[in-house]
């Protein structure tokens, strides 16, 4: 009977040994590859990711816009903002602006009003449509300057380039500095 107890315990904590061994352990350290893995799988299963954003923008009438906001995984940590507009008034320029909320403080409700003016890079380009209201252009932001790992609620908007008025706006998205 005590050879059998003895075999049961054993085999037990064996078993408790071997759960334990399997088990991954969490790392703060390895906190930023877990979270670009994680979403690179669900970038990988056609779900938006951390670092990539498709903004829709829309405004009143039949006006809309869309950006393909992209962070490619270089040392550069270079913004992507394929931007096209669509049946806006024709032969004129606008321009792309965002606001951001604080650092670290991702509530999905953006509140920032300090828009940015974007472009090429810290140079303003404006978006010129075409005779048909329809214009795009691929701008870029660098982002080095902020940590990696970084979230914050950001939003967008087109204004009209001689009026300041704002034109088109998109909702609030979280984005993560890869």
């Known amino acids: 009977m005590k050879k059998k107890i003895l075999f049961a315990g054993l085999l037990a904590a064996s078993a408790s040994l071997f759960v334990l061994s399997c088990k991954k352990e969490h790392n703060p ?5 877990e979270m670009i893995s994680s979403a690179n799988d669900e970038k990988n299963n056609g779900e938006t990711s951390l670092f ?18 992209r962070q490619d995984p270089d040392p550069a940590q270079i913004i992507t903002l394929d931007t096209k507009l669509h049946n806006l008034l024709p032969n004129h320029e606008y321009l792309l602006q965002r606001a951001v909320d604080a650092i670290n403080v991702v509530d999905g409700d953006c509140t920032s009003t300090s828009w940015l003016t974007l472009g090429k890079g810290l140079v303003p380009q404006s978006i010129l449509t075409d ?30 380039a001689s009026t300041m008025a704002v034109v088109l706006t998109s909702d609030c998205h979280q984005y993560t500095v890869r």
């Open 131 to 160: 005779s048909k209201g329809k214009g795009s252009e691929e701008l870029w932001r660098d982002v080095s300057s902020v940590p990696r790992g970084s979230t914050f609620d950001i939003h967008f908007r087109i204004v009209d």
């Open 52 to 69: 990539d954003i498709n903004v829709n923008l829309r405004g009143d009438g039949n006006g809309h816009g869309q950006i393909k906001f």
């Open 29 to 33: 350290d390895n906190a930023q590859a």
